[in-house]
């Protein structure tokens, strides 16, 4: 008699790869394929819909078809990991990056990883963002080694392609302005976040986006700013705070004195 | 904006309520329809932003019951702690009058199936579902209804009939059945059951919610029908037939119109819990359940 393990086990197989003979040995009697094919097709249909309503722009850019056959390759290879379907996806664009009927398509992968940032900050946990007051405590020399916890709903992302023009034009269906794209404009530094309007993305500057990048990674203010010259910190910081792109703050510990009678 | 009307884990009451999907948040926010409660999948509000705000404004109004679909009370090699967390933290926020899972799973290997699929019906699924009822009442500290499934296959070493096993899962945990009587139908055609005789068994002070949703009908390569549970229509008549047999054994009890698939204007789903409520109006009146309304 199969253990409870072993017969799921087998229906996983049935349903990620087709392989339905374990578990068509299982059940009671002879059991016609296309009873257990329901099950196939509502697992790839939930996850392909998942799918489409997290990357609808790269949907456009292939078609329904081509979208749905390569949503069927991905979900059979890479199933989600967790109950919480807002987490599923993250791993599709770079899927689409090395998926050999896609490759023509230069900038899909970029599409799709923007559309991945949009559905992260969509869905990213609220979190009260850090207000300016609370940093009033902080003496003026201490202040350059504030650290920031950026908001969850903050994405920065470094495309080879102008991706954000493209999606914004499909989005608007707007084929004036996606006849002008120009490809080789070279990379783009967008960053993607969460307002109380809505999700905004936006285009910043190399430096801008290196310094809130850093920021973001936990960097002090003067770290962040090592390599970054003629840049209005100050403004940056005081659009970033406004617009609640952190969520909590701590400051590393000064440098170090050394006191020789310490060392053992 | 007025005050909360409704209190904290406001009980949901013995009447119709309905499914709320995200397409219909803006309507119900705009219209405050005369439902007297709604359930939510509570998966969909794991994450932060807009459909938490909605929620949270719709709740003012009317009592939510939160019914999850991934906490995989079957699965042999456990259930995810993140996920019963994730669950924790949503009836935190939503503080919801029920809370209802699956006589199902869909989680093996840590790969998540997006499906409820079937138990064979064995002492040792029993044990696994038992246990995993336990550790999440004692985790949410609180008592979950177990909804019955709705299969298409059957398994060859299954020995206990599906309503024993539902009985005996409320038995051993103390938990609620959610009794879905559109589940019973599908099931009960797929495998030659008889659907009143699995109401007949349920123990009836366990029956702590019904559902009720649209099926349709497949004929498969070998000519045989088959019943699919694809939530995308009305209400069946049999269904109907079905439940008010079910209240007239269960009593008034809390009763959600689900729709899922080709979901259809707000309308259309209060016309059925309007349906609903008149029937709840004509049965016995002296159940518990009764009382509580």
């Known amino acids: 008699m199969p253990t409870l393990l072993k017969m799921q086990e087998a229906m996983q197989a049935s349903l990620l790869h087709r392989d339905s003979q374990t578990v068509s040995a299982m059940l009671a009697g002879h059991v016609p394929a296309d009873r257990l094919d329901i099950y196939r097709n509502t697992f790839i249909l939930t996850l392909t819909k998942t799918l489409r309503l997290c990357f609808p722009v790269t949907q456009k850019l292939v078609g329904e078809e081509f979208f749905a056959g390569a949503a069927q390759i991905f979900v059979g290879e890479r199933p989600p990991r967790a109950a919480w379907l807002d987490l599923y996806g993250d791993e599709f664009p770079e899927f689409l990056r090395s998926f050999p009927p896609a490759t023509s398509i230069a900038y899909l992968g970029d599409v799709a990883e923007l559309e991945w940032a949009v559905n992260s900050a969509l869905h990213a946990a609220d979190v009260a963002p850090l207000e300016v007051v609370e940093l009033g405590a902080i003496e003026a020399e201490d202040q350059a080694r504030i650290c920031f916890v950026p908001h969850p709903s903050v994405r920065l992302l470094r495309l080879d392609y102008p991706a954000d023009v493209i999606w914004r034009a499909i989005l608007a269906s707007d084929d004036d302005a996606l006849g002008k794209v120009d490809l080789g404009r070279g990379p783009r530094n967008v960053m993607v976040e969460r307002r109380l309007t809505g999700v905004e993305v936006e285009c910043l500057d190399q430096q801008a986006w290196s310094f809130l990048a850093k920021l973001c990674d936990g960097s002090s203010i003067e770290a962040a700013l090592v390599d970054i010259s003629e840049f209005d910190y100050v403004a940056a910081l005081a659009e970033h705070l406004a617009l609640g792109r952190f969520a909590s703050f701590s400051l590393v510990p000064p440098p170090m004195a050394i006191d020789p009678g310490k060392i053992i | ?293």
């Open chain 2, 1 to 293: 904006m007025p005050g909360p009307n409704v209190s904290a884990a406001d009980p949901i009451p013995a009447r119709a309520g309905i499914g709320l999907r995200f397409q219909h948040h803006q309507a119900v926010l705009d219209t405050v329809p005369d439902v007297a409660w709604m359930e939510v999948h509570t998966e969909n509000y794991m994450g932060g932003g807009t459909p938490l705000r909605y929620l949270d404004a719709i709740r003012r109004n009317t009592p939510i019951s939160l019914h999850g679909v991934g906490l995989s009370l079957g699965s042999a090699e456990g259930i995810d702690p993140a996920h019963l967390e994730r669950i924790q933290k949503v009836a935190e926020r939503v503080e919801p009058g029920l809370m209802s899972e699956h006589i199902a799973w869909n989680v093996v290997d840590g790969t998540y199936l997006a499906d409820l699929l079937p138990l064979p019906m064995t002492e040792e699924a029993l044990e696994v579902v038992c246990r995993h009822v336990d550790q999440t009442q004692s985790y949410l500290k609180r008592r979950i209804l177990v909804e019955n499934p709705s299969t298409y296959i059957a398994f060859g070493n299954s020995i206990i009939p599906e309503w024993e096993f539902m009985a005996a899962v409320a038995a051993r945990t103390g938990c609620g059945i959610l009794c879905d009587v559109n589940n019973i139908c599908v099931s009960a055609h797929n495998h030659g059951w008889d659907a009143l005789a699995y109401i007949a068994a349920l123990p009836p002070e366990a029956v702590g919610e019904i559902h009720l949703a649209g099926h349709s009908v497949k004929t498969l390569a070998d000519g045989t029908l088959l019943r699919i549970d694809d939530h995308g229509s009305r209400v069946s008549d049999e269904v109907w037939s079905l439940y008010r047999q079910a209240i007239a054994r269960f009593g008034a009890v809390p009763t959600l119109i689900e729709w899922d698939n080709e979901v259809p204007p707000l309308e259309v789903l209060l016309d059925e819990a309007f349906h609903a409520d008149h029937l709840i109006g004509k049965s016995p009146k002296d159940s518990a359940h009764a009382d509580a309304a």
